[in-house]
């Protein structure tokens, strides 16, 4: 007969699980929506990505899925203390006043509008 799991056998097993389960997801994301001028944007920020890793490890990628209009992208976030955004083709940063500003690097183009952080 084999030996009959203790509670914290069957404790760690469970706890084992949850931590599978959770396992890459963004657990300290903060999903940003925005109203550019009448166009949608909506990115998330996940402060985990920002973590050090152990010595030796290869660089991280950072990456941010975003959305903009009709159109989905990989940025690169940006968090520098409590100010969000993200860089690639544009520059997203949220403003103090809850205001979000994304600009094109190319034409310098800019949208302008109030952002939710939840």
Known sequence: MGKRPS???IFGQKKGILCALFLGQPLLAEEVRCDLGGVALGFA????????GYAGDPPRRKVS?????DEDFE????????TLGFHGAGRMFLLQDGSGRLTDMTTRAALTGPCEVD
Request: hydrophobic share 40%; aromatic share 4%.
């Open 7 to 9: 509670g914290g056998d």
């Open 45 to 52: 920020v996940d402060r985990a990505q920002f973590v050090d």
């Open 75 to 82: 940025a690169e976030p940006i968090v520098m203390g409590t």
């Open 65 to 69: 899925r975003v959305r903009l209009g």
